[in-house]
């Protein structure tokens, strides 16, 4: 019964999360069909048979048997699979008479709609707190430097406090990595503490991907939690305690310490931290692999203005994100299997995350409409992407395409997505435990 229980959650989750995800993104469409006059036969909050609404002008509004997300049928609209007869009008506010730029932002304003549930979804969970790395805000004292980096260049040491920044008070982590990213191949003014001394140091900072810049300096690691009863405390760790080297290596993160004091056995391992000013190394022994310590997280609850801004910020570095993980797919990069997950990969997160808690809910929420919205914009028909691209295409040429070549583009295009829901599909079943046995 907790199987059927748990498949059921699960299912239900599945339904409300597409459902919402889905229906924003027709509803992206509709908006800017609407806004140029075209005609809207059907706005419908789901598949397949009408259950009930109501009729306002030429479109009706309907609520839909299979509660999967929905769909908006457009006068004259190409590929139309929708069987209903709705005779167009002839008039003029027929999707194709329309011209190209206003059928274009049609299509775009979908994957736009999901970047803004992206971003509604983000402000709440914003608004109602939540967890996020204590370095983001934490004082900007650096942890580690990458040899040979243009931070290590210029002499900045691991303890040192960056007090100004290109001629601004240094705030918090935040501030002065975004301050780096955007100043790629460019003489950077650093003043750090060192000590009781003030110094000031010129930092070259060099280009990494996506014409980001970087010097090669991490945040000082912080605890956040010391166990009660654990070798840490044994030892003396005590919390907001900075690490600056496990095991005579630095760290990048807190996420580099677990597997170093895994690799340490039960044999003593050194713990170089930073308290204030003062540096101590302490000797720990790990027990069962652990030393009993965690990660230092603030719970981060902001204003309505300040939440939006959180929350545009982090759509679009999760955006940023899902095209780097697209562009890794596409050159082999990242097994496919692994990185993509289909219908039930998706009812599992979503069922977990409803029992999780609404925060959690609403993050799955969020960054799904991210991956909609991104893989909606693939130049691949029948997909948003597939059309935008046909149209870009006849604004240059200044003529429309020949019907054959955007029929074979189109049927190429709708094998390739079955191909890829099959494959997905296929992965999906074989990471569940007891069918992978069965699958090749």
């Known amino acids: 019964m907790d199987a059927i229980g748990s498949f059921a959650n699960s299912t239900v989750a599945l339904i409300v999360v597409l459902g919402i995800i889905i229906f924003f993104h027709e509803s992206g469409h509709f908006l800017l069909a609407k806004a140029f006059g075209m005609r809207v036969f059907i706005f419908s909050f789901g598949f397949g048979k009408r259950l009930f609404g109501f009729k306002r002008g030429d479109t009706d509004y309907r609520v839909s048997l299979i509660p999967l997300g929905g769909y908006v049928k457009l006068e004259g609209e ?111 003014a ?13 930092v070259r900072s060099r280009m990494i991907e996506e014409r980001l810049g970087d010097i090669g300096v991490f945040p000082l690691v912080r605890i956040g939690q010391v166990s009660p009863g654990s070798p840490a405390e044994a030892a003396g760790l005590k919390v907001d305690d900075g690490l600056l080297r496990v095991a005579g290596q630095p760290l990048q993160s807190f996420a580099d310490v677990p597997a170093k004091v895994r690799a340490a056995g039960e044999s003593a391992i050194a713990f170089e931290i930073l308290r204030g000013s003062e540096r101590l190394t302490l000797n720990i022994a790990p027990r069962e692999g652990r030393v009993g310590i965690s990660e230092k997280f603030l719970i981060k609850k902001f204003g309505f203005v300040r ?59 969020a960054l799904l409409s991210i991956s909609v919205g991104v893989l909606n914009l693939f130049p691949m028909a029948p997909l948003d992407g597939g059309h935008i691209a046909v149209l870009i295409a006849e604004m240059v040429i200044r003529r429309d395409l020949p019907e ?3 029929i074979v583009f189109m049927n190429a295009g709708f094998v390739l997505i079955m191909a890829l829901m099959v494959f997905i599909l296929y992965s999906d079943l074989s990471k569940l435990p007891w069918l992978s046995r069965f699958l090749p």
Not at 128 to 146: K, M, N
């Open 404 to 406: 054959k070549a955007k």
């Open 307 to 365: 939440a939006v801004k959180e929350a545009g910020r982090e759509t679009w570095d999760r955006t940023t994100q899902m095209v780097g993980l697209l562009k890794q797919l596409l050159t082999f990069r990242v097994a496919a299997k692994s990185a993509l997950s289909g219908p039930i990969g998706i009812a599992q997160a979503a069922g977990e995350a409803a029992r999780t808690g609404v925060v959690s809910l609403l993050f799955l929420i």
């Open 190 to 202: 650093i003043e750090v503490q060192r000590g009781t001394e003030r110094l000031m140091k010129t």
């Open 78 to 188: 190409p590929d139309d699979v929708i069987s209903e007869d709705t005779t167009p009008r002839g008039d003029g506010n027929d999707f194709l008479s329309r011209p190209r730029w206003q059928r274009l932002l049609v299509y775009v304003a979908g994957p736009a709609m999901n970047a803004v549930l992206a971003v509604l979804t983000f402000t709440i969970i914003f608004m109602l707190g939540v967890g996020v790395p204590g370095v983001r805000y934490d004082v900007p004292t650096i942890g580690a430097i990458d040899p040979g980096s243009p931070g290590s260049a210029a002499g900045l040491e691991p303890g040192d406090t960056i007090t100004r920044f290109d001629g601004e008070v240094a705030q918090d982590w935040e501030q002065v990595q975004i301050g780096i990213l955007m100043r790629p191949n460019r003489d950077i």
